[in-house]
């Protein structure tokens, strides 16, 4: 494999003396080039590659490698699937309706040069024509891996370009590509080449700057126009975008990436996938915590450590921490708890470098469970923070937010406080949760009538819950009053009863 990508490179530097500057360079399947080399090129981090098919032939020039040290597509290196030739794509969009076939031959096509269609393949794809709803499918191109991922998340990136832009913008002569995945032996297939956060197929149609006839543009700002600037024949392309799929680690998956022409062969379409960029990470971070405490073990510090590394891989996420408490305790001191834990988290990842605008938290109590609460495994499962990196599109970042209720911001400051007593009436005994921010603090059981019957000492600061012995008092109210160097804090209201 390394003396694959070696000659390669050597290829990319012979061509760039050639050409006396260092351009857009692209290299056809063949001997040399094989399919192998292609995909293993495509495979990163956490992802385990079982097999892979396509259906090109060796002598396909459909599908490549390409280099580019300008990166104008954001992308240095990777491979390509193309609806015709990979060889033809490489020019300075001096082409009027650029078309190869699939075996390298070139019909440039405009209104006076008629394509005989019996150059070109008739493979189509069951799947993509059924995604984008019709039977005219030509040209197709498909590789299918069957991968293993080692994360609850699969990624990889890529852009999709066609000469098809701006002209066809619009109309149904727009070429078409998905990626799909599934788990193996499923026949459901989710297409993952989506515009980022919602359903909506990639596609020409989806992703423009207009048509010159008037169409106006869709999502532009996923779109760039071609110039001069651009060393490539196609007339248009979408900035560089990122596939993020949920997984269950250690399950087999299929993924197939598939582009066609649609409607007729002319014109032609690739997709550009980035090299090793298929990759499989943890996006979500689970740290467990003890019985009624904030305290982050050593152990969970280590899942909190590779967070943070993620996040200085790649900046382009946000962290939205959650906390969590089982169901031992009320309902105020269970969303007390689990905001505390979740604040801990967040002081956690802010020490390590993390801006705090970058950092989001919010305490759901009991209300979000994964264990059962009535055995004490399911407890200590849903004693917990999830720390899950969002991306930082703005438009996402909201609606995140907005599905989870309004998120409050890591800096704002802890205030020590009381809550009720639970059980409340009580008899004999009850608990008294508070959290408070000095070591010199006391609980003041006092009467209606403004007695002082006793004096509970708070033994550190934080949060706990004082155990109350109340089988001393004769049945009533009584007001419970926490005091903090000499300040009252709160007060909270207890009954005893039979």
Known sequence: MYFKELMFALFVFLSSLALGQSKFQIESMSEDNTLGDIVESMMGDGVVLRSFTSNQPLSSKAVGSFYDEKKILGLEKGIVLSTGSVDQI???NNMEGMTATQDGMVVQNNPTHYINQSFFSNVVDDDLAKTINTNRIFDATSIELEII???????FSYVFGSEEYDEFVGSPYNDG???YISEKGAQEK???AVIPRTNTPVSINNVNGGNPSGVAPSNQSFYVRNSETYHMQYDGFTKLLTVTAKVEPGKTYILKMVIADVGDYALDSGVFIEHKSIKSYNYNY???FQKNSSSVDLEEKNTLDSLIERYWDNTDYKVLVS???DSDGNQKHNEFLAKKRAKTVAKYLLDEGIPEEDIYIKGYGDFKPVGDNNY???KSKNRRVEAMLIPRLDDYWDEEKSKQEEYQEFFELEESNISQNY??????????????NHAFAVVKVITLDGKLVQELIVPNPGYQEISFNTAPLPLGAYYLTLVEEGEIIGTKKMVKVN
């Open 90 to 92: 490489v020019g300075d």
């Open 149 to 155: 991922p080692q994360g609850n998340t699969i990624e």
């Open 177 to 179: 590509f998905a990626f």
């Open 190 to 192: 989710e297409n993952l």
């Open 286 to 288: 689970e740290v467990n």
């Open 323 to 325: 906390g969590h408490a």
């Open 376 to 378: 004490d495994l399911g």
């Open 423 to 436: 059980p409340n009436p009580c008899k004999t005994d009850t608990k008294i949760p508070l959290f408070t």
